[in-house]
């Protein structure tokens, strides 16, 4: 099947280099390209297409103005191009908060149009596939009152492609006393800074980049740093470890090498995935849940990608699936203390 793409940024240049990027994929066509979002908004009308690129910042309407009215008037697939700065960055998660499915940076300096589209493609292919929901007003989740830690607990949550609306969802329905948490999500080393402060202000928990032997502690939450090395806990008194090293299962950091370290932990432990491209996690999970750890997956209906939860319930590695609305409650049920449990 082709995907046929409308791409839509206001540089003649940009415009060039995106539509070069896809044009070497053969399952990929251009179809039309827009230099802002009226004439956007007259291409999609006229040409249908599967998905959008979108550039952040354009005349006439920004581009989270135009995201905005397409995820509430006519939802489709929209990967989202940005300058890798921290304001790009910060722009770039809000779109993926209202609903784009994905975000690659734009060619900046000592970066090549090469280097910065190298996952363009794969990118707007998966967007072809996901599911994108009409957005509707939501109520900001409360975080959890009657939640009671259970002693050295450890919480592992791995996700990918929509992961930034699915983790806000579960970390602010986090309390002050949450279990000690360690995140993977697929994200460029740009954008987790900024990621780790937006689940900060959203959560009771204390939420931060993980950095190199920071100890796990009830309360805190540790998300890998993007791109450059994998997370991993170790010890008898676990922290965090950061190392360079290969991508696993294609990915830098990995949520493989997350689940397996913590799979190796001698203390009670439980991994969720959720939604994601690929089968990253999936084989992590099942090592943690033969190790004794309790295991939940995201289930197909409310995944914007249902490949990692997909693959980890197949082979095994998932107790439960749920939906998204459920899995906080469930999470805080596996990691609180046995009398909390059972009041709950």
Known sequence: M???????????????????????????????SAADPLEARALIKELNPDVITLDVEMPNMNGLEFLEKIMRLRPMPVVMVSTLTQAGAEITLQALEMGAVDAVGKPGAGVTAQEAFAELTLKVKTAARSRVRRREATETPRPRVDYRPAADHVLAIGASTGGVEALLTIISSFPANCPATVITQHMPAT????FA????????????????GAPLMPGHVYLAPGGLTHLEVSGTTPRCRLFQGDTVSGHRPSVDVLFQSVARLKRPMTGVILTGMGRDGAQGLLDMRNAGARTLGQDEASCVVYGMPRVAHEIGAVERQLPLARLPSAILDLCGSPSAQTAA
Do not use: Q
């Open 2 to 32: 082709t995907v046929r793409v409308l791409v839509v940024d206001d540089s003649p240049t940009m415009r060039g280099l995106i539509t070069a990027a896809l044009r070497r994929d053969p399952e990929i066509e251009v179809i039309g």
């Open 191 to 194: 954008f987790t800074p900024s």
């Open 197 to 212: 402060a937006r689940l900060h202000k959203a959560s009771a928990a204390t939420v931060a980049e993980a950095t190199d």
